[in-house]
């Protein structure tokens, strides 16, 4: 049992490098973001950034857990992939045909009349990272998290290129000609998001060398059920991203125009102070899915479930603390200006913590086909989310969309817990995982008294 352990903690760990990456991409662009543009210019990023993560659901519509679960019991894994990938070709391609044809109205919906380019750019984003959707997925199912890696961190690597070039060389160098023929100190916003798209083609490109499993064809029946399957998977990762980052959303519609940005800008950039959590988690996403599904047909495949969730609430339990009691050294990665918002740190931590045991725990659901359960919980969620936003967002701001965000995790752990005992029972040691949170929860209230 200890060596399957440390076989996905050395995946973690492999997959870790990327969100080491990811850890450096903010804690460079984070500081540099927050003190080279104003509180409703990140609030703009914030803004666009939410609604990416959102739209990315719905172009990669569960294709990625779908080949997951079809590849580990189909005899023919690269018929799978070539069937996944040509699917999310063909959607991608008409969304993006979409977004040039309607890309004044879209943003005009968004209340940003006359920032089409900056739409423009929000679909190539999507459509680029919906393409690499697939080939990384199977990067994952081969079991290789190197090759997964060094993509993803090529894309992280060329985004803070970019981004620092735009936002501290050309404003610190503008007497230089050259410069001043590039660089427009109007268009900041436009620089980041020109960052990502180079960024997430870099990503493409390195993954192109998948591209020849194609040949495999089309399975026309293979890919109806895939989407009976991968359906329910759509829904979950709507009202997951409902959850995550609507709020971000719903903060410019629901608050006054005069402030809506201006508090968009401090939760985007306090919530990214969680990115310690954050990345813990996707890294511990990206090794756990194949290996929960490789391992489902293990006689003792639910004890391994169940001493993977005492390791990882232990090591949750870790970076909370770090965070918070350290929250005077790790303030400094953003502009004073945003410290007023730092009091929703804690909260988003413990919200992003409930969040990875809730990923745990719905392995029950997806390795017995019961993604339709699944996406009840999720979309049970994302009502909770919404109904919490349009009731105490205008009221408390951004401080209520952290404590919805808690409590939507919450609930969603505690349901998914119970449903899974009654359908997939998996022994999980709750009096002693529980001791940990409750522990670790008491030593930061302790050390709030105690300041």
Not at 107 to 125: H, K, S, T
Not at 297 to 313: S, T
Request: glycine share 6%; net charge positive.
């Amino acid at each position: 049992m200890s060596s399957i352990i440390k076989k996905l903690a050395s995946q973690t760990a492999v997959y870790g490098l990327t969100s080491l990456a990811r850890l450096i991409y903010t804690l460079i662009l984070v500081p540099l973001q927050s003190r080279a543009m104003s509180e409703v210019e990140n609030g703009t990023i914030s803004f666009y950034f939410g609604l990416i993560s959102f739209a990315n659901v719905l172009l990669i519509y569960g294709m990625d857990t779908t080949f997951f679960r079809f590849s580990s019991k189909n005899n023919n894994p690269e018929k799978v992939f070539s069937t996944a990938f040509k699917s999310i070709i063909g959607t991608s391609l008409f969304f993006l045909l979409l977004i040039l044809v309607f890309q004044s109205q879209i943003a005009n919906a968004f209340n940003f009349p006359g920032n089409d380019q900056l739409v423009i750019y929000l679909g190539l984003i999507l459509v680029i990272d919906a393409l690499c959707s697939i080939p990384f997925a199977r990067l994952r199912q081969l079991n290789k998290p190197l090759n997964f890696a060094v993509s993803r961190i090529a894309n992280i690597l060329v985004n803070i290129i970019i981004n620092v070039f735009f936002l501290w060389y050309c404003p610190n160098h503008l007497n230089e000609q050259w410069v001043k023929n590039i660089y427009q100190p109007e268009n900041k916003v436009l620089y980041v998001f020109i960052a990502n798209v180079v960024g997430s083609l870099t990503s493409l490109i390195l993954v192109s060398n998948q591209f020849k499993a194609l040949i495999k064809g089309f399975d026309t029946q293979l890919w109806k059920e895939m989407m009976r399957y991968g359906l329910p998977m759509l829904l979950i990762g709507l009202a997951g991203m409902v959850n995550e980052t609507l709020d971000r959303v719903m903060l410019n519609y629901l608050l006054p125009k005069d402030i809506a940005m201006f508090q968009t800008g401090i939760y985007g950039t306090c919530y990214k102070l969680s990115i310690f959590m954050t990345i813990f988690i996707q890294a511990f996403r990206f090794a756990a899915e194949p290996f929960f599904f490789a391992r489902s047909q293990d006689k003792d495949a639910k004890k391994q479930y169940a001493l993977v969730m005492d390791w990882f609430v232990i090591a949750c339990a870790i970076i909370f603390l770090g965070i918070t009691l350290g929250i005077d050294i790790v303030k400094h990665f953003i502009a004073e200006k945003f410290w007023v918002g730092l009091h929703i740190v804690p909260i988003l931590l413990l919200a992003n913590w409930f969040l990875g045991i809730y990923i745990n725990i719905s392995i029950w659901y997806k390795v017995t086909d019961n993604t339709k359960i699944g996406s009840y919980i999720s979309i049970g969620g994302a009502v909770l989310t919404l109904l919490g936003l349009f009731v105490f967002v205008p009221k408390y701001g951004y401080t209520a969309a952290a404590w919805i965000t808690l409590t939507c995790y919450a609930s969603m752990m505690v349901t998914g817990y119970l449903l899974g005992q009654k359908y997939y029972p998996v022994p999980y040691r709750l009096k002693r995982n529980l001791t940990i949170i409750l522990s670790t929860l008491a030593i930061y209230i302790v050390s709030v008294l105690i300041k």
